[in-house]
Structure formats: structure tokens, C-alpha cells
């Protein structure tokens, strides 16, 4: 018995149409197909396997922090990624070395979520 791969994350958002332009325009996430819910939300792919599901209409306040509730994406140029978050007048934090020498940064959703950008250590 083993775990295979992480498939999905999902996260409560209060506007779903605001959070589908923030993962689509700014995060450039692909827009995947979501089957016929009986409740409001959107799918996204992250990389070859995984997707990022969003569940509308939060009611309960967003409790997530850089150093907590986050999720991570390996990025191929933080620079690029930098530069595409500052022009969409994203809400992001100082790049910094993590203790492993990764280099990393921060950008929030609409609703207060953190997401992880981050390069690995140079080899």
C-alpha cells in the first residue's frame, strides 16, 4: 500500500470569478473541464499531474500564512516570474535564499491564500 502522487489541492475562494482571472491571467494557470457540481467553483492544472480545484462561496475567513497554509510551486525563472507578478500588480513578498539555498517568493490570491514560487539550490 503506497500514496502514488498528490493529485489536487482545493481551496475555498468568496468570488470565484475574481479567483479564475487571478489563476488564469496572473498565475497562468491552464483552465481545465470540472464536472457538473451543484455548487460554484473552477479547475486548474499545475504541471503535468496535478490541479488546483477552487470551491466557491467562502464564508469563513482565510486563515493562511507564508510560513504556514501555503502551497509551493518549482518554477523554471523566479526572475520572469518576478517581473509577469509585479506588472499584473500582484500582492507578493521579498525574494529570499530558504536555509537549503532554494530562492524564493510569495504572491497572494484575492481571497488571502499564500502561494510558494520558488527555483532549487544551484547545483
Known amino acids: 500500500m503506497r500514496i502514488l502522487e498528490l493529485n489536487h489541492i482545493a481551496i475555498h475562494v468568496a468570488d470565484v470569478d475574481a479567483s479564475v482571472r487571478f489563476y488564469r491571467?496572473?498565475?497562468?494557470?491552464p483552465v481545465m473541464d470540472r464536472p457538473a457540481f451543484d455548487f460554484p467553483g473552477a479547475w486548474f492544472r499545475l504541471g503535468p499531474n496535478q490541479e488546483l480545484h477552487l470551491?466557491?462561496?467562502?464564508q469563513l475567513p482565510v486563515h493562511s500564512h507564508h510560513r504556514g497554509g501555503?502551497?509551493?510551486?518549482?518554477?523554471?525563472s523566479l526572475d520572469e516570474w518576478e517581473s509577469h507578478l509585479d506588472a499584473c500588480g500582484a500582492t507578493r513578498l521579498a525574494r529570499k535564499k530558504r536555509p537549503d539555498g532554494?530562492?524564493?517568493?510569495?504572491?497572494?490570491?484575492p481571497d488571502g491564500h499564500w502561494i510558494e514560487l520558488f527555483t532549487p539550490p544551484s547545483v
Not at 470551491?55 to 467562502?58: H, L, M, Q, S
Open 25 to 29: 491571467d496572473t498565475m497562468r494557470f
Open 55 to 58: 470551491i466557491g462561496d467562502r
Open 70 to 76: 501555503h502551497f509551493a510551486l518549482l518554477v523554471d
Open 102 to 109: 532554494a530562492t524564493q517568493t510569495f504572491v497572494q490570491d
